[in-house]
């Protein structure tokens, strides 16, 4: 890629989550990639779209245009192409994927990631960044997925939210096997709440010591 891949490139490992990322798998499933198609393309945040890029299909590549913002403030456009990649599915039928743009990398993957910071899209191991879940203790872990079944309860997230009853279009079978689930998640992430609190609590006595010492 020409230019200063990484510019503006932090030095710490980040996470997927705080990055923009675009998918191609969605722009598969939307009919987008067809030669001389021009579209819209969202990036993804913490779940949040983002409808700032111009994506041109051209053959065997896309050409990614949007605006960049420095950490200065000042305004670049860029405009850059990604070439694509191809396999064949076992059921017929081909998967896109991008090639990852950055020098001398060259991956085959389905999703690019963008730091704020950053000017270019390129692959998660170009920019070292770790998905959220290897960042999670088991409690983490438990809290994010009764949070999970939440959603799907159509209940309001949050550990301390209380829980709500079955969705009207849900069986009942269905409905306490995702409540027993939800409950054993709950119990494990307010045990790592106690677990923490209990460590402030330390933390705290050891502090008042030290000043009526």
């Not at 309001?156 to 009942?172: A, E, R, Y």
């Amino acid at each position: 890629m020409m230019g200063g891949f990484g510019s503006g490139r932090k030095s710490e490992v980040n996470c997927t989550d705080v990055c923009r990322s675009i998918d191609i798998r969605h722009w598969q499933r939307e009919g987008n990639l067809v030669p001389g198609n021009h579209f819209i393309g969202h990036s993804i945040r913490n779940g949040k779209k983002f409808p700032s890029i111009s994506v041109r299909v051209e053959v065997s590549q896309l050409r990614l245009t949007y605006t960049h913002q420095r950490n200065s403030g000042i305004s670049d456009n860029v405009d850059y192409p990604v070439r694509l990649q191809m396999t064949s599915c076992h059921y017929g039928g081909v998967r896109y994927w991008f090639t990852c743009p950055a020098d001398g990398c060259g991956r085959r993957v389905a999703i690019l990631y963008r730091d704020s910071g950053c000017k270019y899209f390129a692959c998660r191991h170009c920019y070292q960044l770790v998905y959220q879940s290897q960042r999670e203790t088991a409690n983490d872990r438990a809290d994010r997925k009764a949070n999970k079944i939440k959603e799907k309860l159509r209940w309001p997230c949050g550990i301390f939210n209380p829980i709500g009853g079955k969705p009207k279009s849900m069986h009942w079978k269905t409905y306490y096997r995702l409540l027993n689930e939800h409950n054993d998640y709950l119990n494990q992430a307010l045990l790592g709440v106690s677990e923490k609190l209990l460590g402030i609590n330390k933390t705290l006595r050891k502090i008042e010591k030290q000043m009526y010492k």
